[in-house]
């Protein structure tokens, strides 16, 4: 088969294609100059798939949510590489939706609601009622994508959520539990090593000298540039910083290299309110 998606006439490829296949949208196809495999309804086209990289490279994350996807997105070939586990996390739970929204709808609602399933799992607070619905529901959830997705797609991974609404119930929030804390860890334990044929020595000496230099930093003063001092990333110097932050909330300087001004709508100034209202303990004496 050629980039096409062009073969040459076999027969019996045909036959065993309808033999095998029973949705005709997929069976081969006789063209003029042989068989041809039709385009998937669940696939995108290469302009799809780069007006999809696009938007993924034009995206603003909160600071330490995720990575920059901006560095995985190949507008060349129309892919995401490099993606950390991570990453793909947060794509599946609130980005997918939005950037599978190009399909047909009987596509995108089954994958709406596994990335809904996955984002109300992964929540900080659990609920029995929902997690016995959730339960309930999945096995619902992958026949629809059983009817869409190919058979080879699903393995033992595609099989594990059914179990995962009962495991929640029984050790409780999945963010208590899972491994994306200790994989940064060891991650920033790899980065240090500098001796690879000593390498858990050479871990120990690497976190052991941090722990110390952390520990006489407190012995400086506030005017001694070290890690427990350091500014945010997003600093960039100034004389009235000090003037733009009145509450705790807004005690990071900076705000990134593009500056754009606008005026907030009804809706935004209510929101930014009440997000002020909540969160700053300056006014919780107010309550009172």
Known sequence: MDVKGKTKDNPKARLDSHEYCRRRELWLQDKRNGVFKPKASYS????????????????????????NLEKRVDMAQGKLHGMKSHDCHVFMETLLPIAFSGLPTR?????TEISLF???????????DNL??????????????EKILPPGFFDVMEHLPIHLAEEAQLGGPVHCRWMYPFERTIGKSKRGIKQKHRVEGSICEAYLAKETTHFCSYYFGDNVP????????????????ALAKPISIFNRPGSGSK???REFNDMESKSASIHVLLNCPEVQRYYE
């Open 44 to 67: 995108f086209t290469m302009d799809q798939k780069r007006k999809i990289c696009e938007w993924v490279e034009n995206l603003k994350m909160p600071d330490e949510y995720a990575s």
């Open 107 to 111: 596509i995108w609602k089954p994958m």
């Open 118 to 128: 996955f984002k109300d799992l992964c929540s900080s607070t659990l609920r029995v």
């Open 132 to 145: 016995d619905w959730m339960h309930q529901n999945i096995p619902v959830i992958t026949s629809k994508l």
């Open 226 to 241: 070290c890690l427990r001092n350091r500014p945010n990333r997003h600093y960039e110097g100034g004389e009235n910083d």
């Open 259 to 261: 500056k754009r001004t």
